[in-house]
T-cell receptor, first 112, second 114 residues
Framework: GESVGLHLPTLSVQEGDNSIINCAYS??????FIWYKQESGKGPQFIID?????DKRQGQRVTVLLNKTVKHLSLQIAATQPGDSAVYFC???????????FGSGTRLQVQP | KAGVTQTPRYLIKTRGQQVTLSCSPI?????VSWYQQTPGQGLQFLFE???????NKGNFPGRFSGRQFSNSRSEMNVSTLELGDSALYLC?????????????FGSGTRLTVV
């Protein structure tokens, strides 16, 4: 499979536990934030997004929290499953609404 | 519907050569963006094409270029390859280029320069 990142921070959790992946973003003018999941051999896959006028958004088993004061984003995954094992990236969308700036990624390993 | 198709999946080239990568977006999508992914730099934006025009460009040297055809298919070209160009090249398609309307990424082309 593809080697997404040789020195990524790794979060190891037990199956069934909740996972929290954190991300610090850089541009205070960013108005849109996205979490992507990348599995080995595949491109990034959209998980959930949030606009800057919100501080929380929930999806199926996932919740994104946004703290604009400290420029921090987190992704919470409930009842983590082995299929959640992947690299997770946050991305911020600047004011021009086109190019995304990606974070460096976190590898999530789910132990059965 | 078919996803974003990138060809080839793997490529090995020698320093100094040039390479062309292809991306076919989702039917109906008019915007194609290209990203380079490396272990050291992560995902970095190369450029975006919309209706055959380059609308946005990242901070890469002129050796990196691209184009888009009338059917929205896009190609990127890297000339005078360097070892540091070894990376996974990803393209993402969207209807109008606004990331909020949803990017769909292809699986990428893994380029190795030797």
């Amino acid at each position: 499979g593809e080697s997404v990142g040789l020195h990524l921070p790794t979060l190891s959790v037990q199956e069934g536990d909740n996972s929290i992946i954190n991300c610090a973003y850089s541009n205070s003018a960013s108005d849109y934030f996205i979490w992507y999941k990348q599995e080995s051999g595949k491109g990034p896959q959209f998980i959930i997004d949030i606009r800057s006028n919100m501080d929380k958004r929930q999806g199926q088993r996932v919740t994104v929290l946004l703290n604009k004061t400290v420029k921090h984003l987190s992704l919470q995954i409930a009842a983590t499953q082995p299929g959640d094992s992947a690299v997770y990236f946050c991305a911020e969308g600047p004011g021009d609404r086109r190019a995304l700036t990606f974070g460096s990624g976190t590898r999530l390993q789910v132990q059965p | 519907k078919a996803g974003v198709t990138q060809t080839p999946r793997y490529l090995i080239k020698t320093r100094g050569q040039q390479v062309t990568l292809s991306c076919s977006p989702i039917s109906g999508h008019r915007s194609v963006s290209w990203y380079q992914q490396t272990p050291g730099q992560g995902l970095q934006f190369l450029f975006e094409y919309f209706s055959e025009t380059q609308r946005n460009k990242g901070n890469f040297p002129g050796r990196f270029s691209g184009r888009q055809f009338s059917n929205s298919r896009s190609e990127m070209n890297v000339s005078t390859l360097e070892l540091g160009d070894s990376a996974l090249y990803l393209c993402a398609s969207s209807f109008d280029g606004d990331s909020r309307s949803g990017y769909t990424f292809g699986s990428g082309t893994r380029l190795t320069v030797v």
